[in-house]
């Protein structure tokens, strides 16, 4: 949906999830000793994925696919750019399990998972330095609770927009009708 305000998104996100500029930075740090393990991770998650019937059928024949994709997103969170085209590829990306009908607590179940296999990864690499552990897993946990805000938000748009076509659908009002009377009351 092109009305959408990424910016105000962005900004929102940010405040819920803690995402501050102190952190992007620390973010940012990580990439050279997490990006080298983000395959591995990638793997790992794919793997407890296939152990939930539930997710099976969305997994069937795209396992592949679905890695490279995968893996691409894990590398974005260590960008250190979190800005509102972040904002809207991650939107993008809502809308894509979206149309695939995945079922939406799949964001945070997958987003939890993938927090786990971090953790664990952070972890090992901070295990002699325990301030420097609390500051990566703080600002990965701001960085996955972000991502997830904006995934779902795809999800809350799409259900909103179903429920304003089946308004218009059971009332015959044009849209054009709405949208002058929408614009009217706001
Ligand atoms: C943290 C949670 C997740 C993230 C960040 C994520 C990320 C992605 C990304 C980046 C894409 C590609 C979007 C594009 O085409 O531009 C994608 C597609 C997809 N994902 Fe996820 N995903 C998550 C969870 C899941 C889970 C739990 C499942 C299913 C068990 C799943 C199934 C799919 C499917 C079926 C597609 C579409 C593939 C196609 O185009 O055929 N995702 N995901």
Redesign the pocket.
Same mark, same amino acid.
Request: hydrophobic share 65%; no cysteine.
């Given at each position: 949906m092109s009305d959408i305000n990424f910016e105000h998104m962005t900004e929102y996100a940010k405040q819920f999830a803690g995402l501050t500029p102190e952190r992007e930075e620390i973010l940012k740090s990580l990439a050279p000793v997490i990006v080298p393990r983000l395959s591995k991770i990638t793997d790992a998650f794919y793997g407890t994925?296939s152990t939930?019937k539930?997710?099976?059928p969305?997994?069937e024949g795209?396992i592949d /696919?679905?890695k490279q994709?995968?893996l691409?997103? %894990?590398t974005s969170l260590f960008s250190g750019t979190y800005d509102s085209e972040y904002t809207k590829?991650?939107h993008? /990306?809502g809308d894509?399990?979206v149309?695939?009908k %995945?079922p939406v607590e799949?964001?945070a179940?997958?987003?939890t998972?993938?927090g786990d296999l971090l953790l664990a990864d952070l972890d090992e690499l901070f295990r002699d330095d325990p301030k420097a552990r609390t500051d990566a897993v703080g600002a990965v946990n701001a960085i996955?609770g972000f991502?997830?805000i904006i995934?779902q938000q795809s999800f809350q748009d799409s259900s909103l927009h179903a429920e304003l076509e089946k308004f218009l659908k059971i009332t015959g009002m044009s849209r054009a009708l709405f949208n002058n009377l929408a614009a009217a009351y706001r």
């Open positions: 994925l939930i539930e997710a099976s969305f997994l795209r /696919v679905l994709t995968h691409r997103w %894990l590829a991650m993008r /990306v894509v399990h149309k695939v %995945l799949f964001m179940g997958g987003t998972l993938i996955l991502s997830l995934m």
